[in-house]
Nanobody, 115 residues
Framework: QVQLVESGGGLVQAGGSLRLSCAAS????????MDWYRQAPGNQRELVAG???????NYADSVKGRFTISRDNAKNTVYLQMNSLKPEDTAVYYC?????????WGQGTQVTVSS
């Protein structure tokens, strides 16, 4: 059974930082590309950051220079370090794993940034 379990969300003031974690089980984590998405109320789910199995990264323009995605294959975990948080970063953040035709989602973790 595949599970992606996010943690690390919470309430933070604008300008603060949070680190999200996503622990994967049931997959060969090292061969999966991993992404973080977010969805704010009334908005579509959007890609925030991605990291390939080889470690290449990509970011949404809105978070470049503030967020960093990383992975620890020994721990089957992907991280999202979020700095200089803004109220518009408020959303449910989802972990996503993909490889060829397979993809999996976590249940999401709420991030709320107060002004």
């Amino acid at each position: 059974q595949v599970q992606l379990v996010e943690s690390g969300g919470g309430l933070v003031q604008a300008g603060g930082s949070l680190r999200l974690s996503c622990a994967a089980s049931g997959i060969t984590f090292s061969v999966y590309a991993m992404d973080w998405y977010r969805q704010a109320p009334g908005n579509q789910r959007e890609l925030v950051a991605g990291i390939s199995s080889g470690g290449s990264t990509n970011y949404a323009d809105s978070v470049k220079g503030r967020f960093t995605i990383s992975r620890d294959n020994a721990k089957n975990t992907v991280y999202l370090q979020m700095n200089s948080l803004k109220p518009e970063d408020t959303a449910v953040y989802y972990c996503h794993g993909r490889r060829y035709y397979r993809d999996y989602w976590g249940q999401g973790t709420q991030v709320t940034v107060s002004s």
